[in-house]
């Protein structure tokens, strides 16, 4: 809880500086037709970045790092990592150069709504073009990021994200000031951003005793283990993304503003997801496949439980605000500029949908950063591909009848149908204590989501004083679950005590 509390609160900062980067975003393009074209040339490179440097591309190479320390200490999981960038370079930079010569057959395959708009397309191929080397940059963080996480180092790597947020505002607001694109100096700040963010490890890895030019093998035991595991790995650890993109793509034929209303949505999803799952699978990860390896099967059970847990206990809560606050949210960060009325209602509906999905992708996390530990690759593949699979399915038959929102709906169909799999395939089983604990969760929602309803039929119709509410909201929840004896809550209350009475 220690480790997650630091990957939380630097994650807390990345998110609020991501939601000025997108109140900026959305009061310069809106929703619109230009907008989707950015949104559309965005996707690819925002979803890598997410594979990469949120922990998915950990969850890859991070087992063979371990492995590798375990077996020769950390000069020769430094090897590893230097001969993993090597390759990722050999590797990825032909398929960037590739994508930025043939950027208009990209975007003719993931945009077919564009086909009757040829000034969308060609917008939306000059700022993927110019996107596409981020993907080199973003590489590297990921593999200079997994093996920080391996030695214990959390800080700078959960704060990989703000330097992002913070050159892509720096980019919107110097383009809007001097009255340029916006958009291409978005893309083009991606590129600058990518860069200082394998800078920003650099520090924390040489404390280490990492050094870029050392001894490399080419082909080392562990390096052909990766590259068995790497696909089936990515696929696993990355439905939610390919579901996402497939969504975005999907949504240039629904209706102007979809593809721009499915990206808010996700941005602001993406804030309760940052600290419910990503932080924590963060942190579990490297101590679960430590304990596999080390054949501590109720330790690793145990960890499992607390990842699972403590990602609950903070997914639960925030669906619920996320599902009754929705309106006020999206009104209050992106309602001005551009971002016209249809935008608020579409945005808003999503962002409902979305909610219903997140403790599905919560849980997924640990359950994915379990898998992986044990090496169960299969497990994760099927999982994701029946994820993948059933939001195809699912947005084909919701598009008859629910129209622009088929998209985030049938994302909900995928997450869930993953989630349960890879629960029913983990190491843990729910016994009764965990059958108690979920039922307290559940009675807790519900209360939280009575108590809002009933305290806004009670207040002026003001957004912001809703959003003003929320972090009562939150204390309320905590609070109902210490009287309730809510094991992640009294942990948490101990741990404020001791920070007090040490202050």
């Not at 991501?18 to 996707?43: E, N």
Request: charged share 15%.
């Amino acid at each position: 809880m220690r480790k997650a509390g630091v990957v939380a609160g630097a994650t807390l900062v990345s998110r609020m500086l991501g939601f000025v980067r997108d109140m900026v975003v959305a009061m310069a393009l809106g929703a619109g037709p230009m907008a989707d074209a950015f949104f559309v040339a965005f996707r690819i490179p925002e979803a890598l970045r997410r594979m990469l440097g949120e922990g998915t591309f950990s969850m890859a190479v991070g087992p063979a790092l371990a492995q590798a320390r375990t077996d020769g200490g950390r000069e020769r999981m430094f090897q590893l990592g230097r001969c993993l960038l090597l390759w990722g370079g050999l590797v990825v930079g032909p398929l960037t150069a590739l994508a930025m010569l043939h950027a208009d057959l990209l975007v003719k395959a993931i945009a077919p709504g564009f086909a009757d708009a040829p000034e969308l397309a060609a917008r939306a191929a000059v700022l993927l073009a110019i996107c596409m080397p981020y993907l080199l940059t973003t590489a590297a963080a990921g593999i200079c990021v997994s093996m920080l996480h391996v030695l214990d180092r959390f800080l700078m790597p959960a704060l990989s994200p703000c330097l992002l947020n913070v050159v892509l505002i720096a980019a919107a607001g110097l383009g809007a000031g001097l009255g340029q694109d916006v958009a291409v100096c978005l893309a083009a700040g991606l590129l600058v951003a990518g860069v200082g963010q394998v800078w920003l490890q650099l520090p924390d890895l040489r404390r280490q005793g990492f050094v870029w030019i050392g001894r490399t093998p080419l082909r080392p035991a562990a390096l052909a283990r990766v590259g068995r595991e790497m696909l089936p790995t990515m696929l696993g650890a990355s439905a939610f993304q390919i579901m996402l993109m497939l969504a975005s793509f999907r949504g240039t034929v629904l209706g102007t503003g979809t593809t721009s209303a499915l990206y808010y949505a996700d941005r602001l999803l993406q804030f309760p997801l940052g600290l419910a799952g990503v932080a924590i699978s963060t942190v579990a990860l490297p101590e679960l496949a430590a304990l596999h390896a080390q054949g501590e099967q109720h330790g690793f059970v145990t960890a499992l439980r607390g990842a699972l847990r403590a990602s609950l206990f903070l997914a639960v809560p925030a669906a619920v605000g996320l599902l009754l606050l929705a309106r006020p949210v999206v009104v209050v960060l992106f309602g001005r500029g551009q971002f016209d009325a249809h935008g608020v209602t579409l945005t808003t509906a999503m962002l409902q949908w979305f909610a219903l999905a997140l403790p599905a992708l919560a849980m997924t996390r640990p359950l994915l950063a379990a898998a992986y530990a044990q090496g169960r690759h299969r497990l994760t593949v099927l999982a994701g591909a029946a994820g993948v699979a059933a939001f195809v399915l699912a947005e084909l038959v919701f598009e008859w009848t629910a129209g622009p929102r088929a998209p985030a709906m049938a994302l909900g169909v995928g997450a869930w149908l993953q989630a349960l799999m890879l629960g029913r395939g983990s190491a843990w089983h729910m016994d009764r204590a965990d059958a108690g604990w979920l039922v307290r969760m559940i009675g807790l929602g519900l209360a939280m989501a009575g108590g809002i309803v009933w305290v806004d039929g009670l207040l002026p119709a003001s957004s912001w004083l809703r959003v003003a509410c929320i972090p009562g909201w939150a204390v309320a929840f905590g609070l109902g679950a210490l009287l309730l004896r809510v094991p992640e809550a009294v942990l948490l209350g101990r741990m404020l005590r001791r920070r007090l009475r040490r202050a």
